[in-house]
């Protein structure tokens, strides 16, 4: 243990009560084409942090904007276990159970309506109705309804209900995916009002942005990255490496960068390097060896090398993660 909390959350997605960094931007234009559009698809790479970004960022602004923000919810997670046949279309059952669970305390429980329909459920229940507020929907991982094993006849039931529940000007919604999924939604865009015609692509981070995420979370409990180590950690995240047919390995410096292994990296780092008495971080506290470190040549490295991340700190972070 460092003695001081550490600011990274690793390899898991920001909640609402952290502070993400560095997306600035990224959320403010969001905001302006979601409050302006109404239903927004917001799509990425993997790893650019859609999650993140929609549960340290959106709900907060949305609530300052005065909407019901509900719950977030995954209509694809687990449907394909569902056994239950009164459930009716199962991504409705997904989500109206998503938001009963996040219903307010004190609460009544939905009474047992059979086939309910997810327009219904949101004209028709109380916490839901008496609140004066615009509502926002929103939907992570969507690509999990499109992926999933049911019916095609039960995603396009699933997407004609959205679309009546849509047609309600009240309600607002945000749908997040994984780009390359993005054009499996043509068979079902026409039962959605617009249509999903307004889209935010969220980038992988860039230079400058990537050292705000790495230097504003340390700063926040005390600690400085100089500008040499912040520098290094940039340079080396940025870098990729492949092997070539005849082995030879070919280095390559991208303009971006992924918000998933930074955060892994700096968690890593932060653990092995900071102490309770730790105020400045340097290149040279970088490069030093920690105690403990993984064998280069084990299955942590195996690992790194085959998602391209090899070579100096970055790489000894990545081990220790992957390991």
């Not at 019916?151 to 039931?157: N, Q, S, T, V, Y």
């Not at 409990?221 to 100089?226: E, I, L, T, Y």
């Not at 990729?240 to 918000?259: A, C, K, M, N």
């Not at 102490?275 to 030093?288: F, G, K, Q, V, Y």
Request: aromatic content about 8%; overall charge negative; some cysteine.
């Amino acid at each position: 243990m460092t003695g001081k909390k550490n600011p990274y959350v690793g390899p898991r997605a920001f909640r609402p009560d952290e502070t993400l960094y560095g997306r600035d931007d990224e959320s403010r234009a969001l905001l302006d084409l979601l409050i302006a559009e109404r239903i927004v698809l917001l799509y990425s790479p993997s790893g650019a942090g859609k999650t993140s970004l929609i549960q340290a960022k959106v709900i907060a602004q949305m609530r300052a904007e005065d909407y019901q923000v509900l719950p977030i919810v995954r209509p694809g997670a687990d449907v394909d276990t569902l056994e239950r046949p009164d459930l009716g279309n199962p991504f409705v059952a997904r989500v109206i159970a998503t938001c009963e669970d996040g219903k307010p305390d004190g609460e009544p429980p939905l009474a047992n309506v059979p086939g309910i329909t997810l327009a219904s459920y949101l004209s028709q229940r109380s916490w839901i109705r008496g609140d004066a507020r615009l509502k926002l929907l929103i939907f992570d991982q969507f690509e999990e309804v499109l992926t999933s094993s049911q019916l095609d006849k039960d995603k396009a039931d699933f997407f004609a209900q959205l679309g009546d529940a849509l047609r309600n000007q009240e309600i607002w919604a945000l749908f997040a995916m994984r780009e390359e999924y993005s054009a499996e939604l043509d068979s079902y865009r026409h039962l959605l009002p617009t249509r999903l015609a307004s889209h935010f692509r969220l980038q992988l981070l860039g230079p400058e942005a990537a050292e705000k995420a790495i230097r504003n979370p340390a700063e926040s409990v005390g600690v400085r990255f100089d500008e040499q180590a912040v520098g290094q950690l940039v340079r080396e995240l940025a870098t990729v490496r492949e092997r070539s047919g005849d082995d030879v390995v070919i280095e390559r410096r991208l303009p971006i960068i992924e918000p998933f292994y930074l955060q892994i990296v700096c968690h890593q780092l932060w653990e092995r390097k900071v102490l309770p008495e730790t105020r400045l971080i340097t290149s040279a506290d970088l490069n030093r060896d920690a105690a403990g470190q993984v064998d280069g040549g084990g299955i942590g490295a195996q690992t790194a090398e085959r998602h391209g991340r090899t070579g100096g700190i970055v790489e000894q972070a990545l081990e220790e993660y992957y390991a």
